[in-house]
């Protein structure tokens, strides 16, 4: 009679030995792709808030070059469009200001406006913080207006 030996290993894998194996390789791959979905979790957040802050640059550009058009247009009048950060804008540079603090939450503004010869130097400084506690960004607008002639 021919009967199976079952108390030996087969072709040599020792018996018993292999319990667990599957059920471990299992944790170690769930382990691995959470660790791997948190970190496209965080990449994408980043991105995000690299997005919202381009936008708000994107915003102060185009809101100091809606101001220098202005300005330009209105050349026999540029001291009235000067303001400090902290001060009242004249009536004409009013609208402009209400529009740009609504397109960029919490921003201080400054226009500085200085004569020179054949021409007028004007300083846009727009500076925001997109969130409490984060870093502030500023930007800056250098352009000249020919004097009225």
Do not use: C, F
């Not at 740009?100 to 007028?120: D, H, L, Q």
């Amino acid at each position: 009679m021919n009967k199976l030996n079952t108390t030996r290993p087969q072709a040599g894998l020792p018996a018993r030995r292999q319990h667990g194996v599957a059920m471990l390789e299992a944790i170690i791959a769930i382990l691995v792709l959470g660790i791997g979905l948190l970190g496209t979790v965080g990449m994408q957040a980043r991105a995000y808030s690299a997005l919202s802050d381009a936008g708000m640059r994107a915003e102060a550009t185009i809101a100091g070059d809606t101001l220098l058009g202005i300005m330009s247009n209105d050349a026999s009048n540029l001291g009235s469009y000067a303001v400090a950060e902290s001060g009242a804008a004249s009536a004409v540079l009013a609208p402009w200001m209400t529009e740009t603090k609504a397109r960029i939450p919490n921003a201080a503004v400054s226009v500085t406006v200085t004569p020179e010869t054949g021409r007028t130097r004007v300083d846009i400084t727009i500076r925001w913080t997109r969130k409490t506690g984060g870093a502030e960004n500023r930007h800056q607008l250098t352009s000249y207006v020919a004097n009225a002639s």
